[in-house]
């Protein structure tokens, strides 16, 4: 559930007569994304999404994902086109905040996605991946062992109120994935976080990629092993090696991945899920109970670094098998 | 911000096929009324509302509630159609609860009302009234006097952490509203809660009014009681007579009060504001804090009813001066 900024028809009809998007016929908030407040609008030319950027997104990275957003659009990817306003600017204030205007995308998220949905999704990772080794901008990834350090700053004293001893394996956890984390793998622009809440689907086909908040120059492979986490586990934590085999065939469908990136993959997913595991563990123990974004439990991220910690090969992940 | 059950697409794509409303091609679910998840569908044949109802609404009386919503349609008041499914009925099931999927209307909600739209409302509240005279359900007021006391029972022993001295206040108050409560007024169906965030606005004119779900017979003029206290004050709790005089002018272009009723204008509004009061009351005291419904502060309707205590005569309300 979205964080909610108000917003009057008065002030939303000034805003929106910077654009040429026809006249406003309704927008309703949406419960979309945790990061910012969100409104469906239809007007006299089609429907669109507006953001409000709260408190946890910069200004300054704006350029960077709706920069980032056109530039794959314009390339055929299927993610939502920021609309210009009058004076060529991408970006606009309304109620005392950053916003932007974006074309809305049709298609439903899958709560349950198969096998078909994992080789979609990584089909089209590759597609983004490859869309976007020529956009010029650059954003250091906030969330690379140096983020993952402050969090863990935060939260390891209070890290045991989770489960008791959890503090201490996520040290151990921890220190050894720093010491061992690749530098020297192919790096370009990645999501970071394409969980399937940010991945339509309409008839059985991938209509569209959203919330590229998180974007950010990075290790490709990376975003793979995100992608592993967060699409190719079950409910109970253990692994779909028939969706993850299906994920990694989608994406090597387009771009191969080098030999030394599937050596990679059982650290890379171990940090992954380290650095879901800390933004949850931070909100875990910081939000308030009942507030308005939802917490989500930490621990289906710790059974998931235990997971890719007992990993002997990548072949476990089922690359090359379907 | 509504309460928020998920849906899968292959659940709600399965209670769709229930009805010839086209293929889905997107839902989002929207933060609009308090009680019920909603959700903003759109199919290969238009915008729907998608209603699921959470546990303060009665299933027994889901008919009454679509059944007037389609009556009034019929009879050209703006309000969502409710869609029926091929088997003929309107009510389904979705995860669990029982739910309905109803047209939806384009238009905004004003977050700041003119006398203009006073009057609007005051004119569309009187076709309301006359287009339900020969719906044929009825539903008794769950909240007429006998549930303002259920309520007060609940919440007269911790009133005064709202403000010192109130449980006294009200609690006189309350015996004096009952006393004098008419029972011989003009009766019919009322909206019962027709807030300006359920009507909607379209280019200066009134498009549409929503969320019939407190509707029930009662009398006609404590309708008008409770749009005075909901659309006529100003943020301080000042009473607007511009406003107030443009609604009853509205109101009475179609339907001309007796004069029983505008003597009764006073008592009917102090008991709309107890009313509404007496929720809030409770959501304050027993909502914990940042949860998902807004608390909204009772304080602001015990202002109302101070203000309509003193009214010396109902010309104080501007009836007959617009």
């Given at each position: 559930?979205?964080?909610?900024?108000?917003?009057?028809?008065?002030?939303?009809?000034?805003?929106?007569?910077?654009?040429?998007?026809?006249?406003?016929?309704?927008?309703?908030?949406?419960?979309?994304?945790?990061?910012?407040?969100?409104?469906?609008?239809?007007?006299?030319?089609?429907?669109?999404?507006?953001?409000?950027?709260?408190?946890?997104?910069?200004?300054?990275?704006?350029?960077?994902?709706?920069?980032?957003?056109e530039?794959?659009?314009?390339k055929?990817?299927?993610?939502?086109?920021?609309?210009?306003?009058?004076?060529?600017?991408?970006?606009?204030?309304?109620?005392?905040?950053?916003?932007?205007?974006?074309?809305?995308?049709?298609?439903?998220?899958?709560?349950?996605?198969?096998?078909?949905?994992?080789?979609?999704?990584?089909?089209?990772?590759?597609?983004?991946?490859?869309?976007?080794?020529?956009?010029?901008?650059?954003?250091?990834?906030?969330?690379?062992?140096?983020?993952?350090?402050?969090?863990?700053?935060?939260?390891?004293?209070r890290?045991?109120?989770?489960?008791?001893g959890?503090a201490?394996?996520?040290?151990?956890?921890?220190?050894?994935?720093?010491?061992?984390?690749p530098?020297?793998?192919?790096?370009?622009?990645?999501?970071?976080?394409?969980?399937?809440?940010?991945?339509?689907?309409?008839?059985?086909?991938?209509?569209?990629?959203?919330?590229?908040?998180?974007?950010?120059?990075?290790?490709?492979?990376?975003?793979?092993?995100?992608c592993?986490?967060?699409?190719?586990?079950?409910?109970?934590?253990?692994?779909?090696?028939?969706?993850?085999?299906?994920?990694?065939?989608?994406?090597?469908?387009?771009?191969?991945?080098?030999?030394?990136?599937?050596?990679?993959?059982?650290?890379?997913?171990?940090g992954?899920?380290?650095?879901?595991?800390?933004?949850?563990?931070?909100?875990?123990?910081?939000?308030?109970?009942?507030?308005?974004?939802?917490?989500?439990?930490p621990?289906?991220?710790?059974?998931?670094?235990?997971?890719?910690?007992?990993?002997?090969?990548?072949?476990?992940?089922?690359?090359?098998?379907?």
């Amino acid at each position: 559930m979205a964080v909610y900024t108000d917003v009057s028809e008065g002030e939303l009809s000034a805003f929106l007569a910077q654009y040429e998007v026809g006249r406003l016929h309704s927008y309703k908030g949406i419960a979309e994304g945790t990061e910012n407040s969100n409104y469906l609008l239809h007007t006299s030319t089609g429907s669109y999404i507006l953001t409000l950027y709260e408190r946890r997104v910069e200004r300054a990275d704006l350029p960077f994902f709706l920069g980032l957003m056109e530039h794959l659009a314009r390339k055929g990817v299927s993610c939502p086109l920021p609309v210009h306003r009058r004076d060529g600017s991408m970006i606009g204030d309304l109620a005392g905040r950053p916003a932007a205007l974006i074309t809305f995308l049709e298609g439903m998220w899958m709560r349950r996605p198969t096998a078909q949905h994992c080789r979609a999704v990584g089909k089209a990772l590759a597609e983004l991946h490859r869309a976007a080794a020529d956009f010029p901008l650059r954003r250091a990834n906030a969330l690379s062992p140096d983020g993952w350090r402050k969090l863990w700053d935060i939260t390891r004293a209070r890290a045991d109120e989770v489960e008791p001893g959890l503090a201490r394996e996520v040290e151990a956890d921890f220190a050894d994935i720093v010491r061992k984390w690749p530098t020297d793998l192919p790096a370009g622009i990645i999501h970071a976080d394409l969980f399937p809440d940010n991945v339509f689907f309409l008839g059985g086909e991938l209509s569209g990629i959203i919330d590229f908040y998180f974007a950010c120059n990075d290790l490709l492979a990376y975003d793979i092993a995100t992608c592993l986490n967060a699409w190719c586990f079950e409910k109970d934590v253990s692994y779909n090696l028939t969706k993850g085999s299906a994920l990694l065939a989608g994406y090597q469908s387009v771009r191969p991945l080098e030999q030394r990136e599937i050596e990679a993959l059982p650290l890379l997913a171990r940090g992954s899920a380290l650095r879901f595991m800390l933004t949850r563990l931070h909100d875990w123990l910081t939000v308030s109970e009942g507030a308005l974004v939802e917490k989500r439990d930490p621990m289906e991220y710790v059974r998931r670094m235990r997971f890719h910690r007992q990993i002997a090969s990548p072949a476990e992940y089922g690359i090359g098998l379907a």
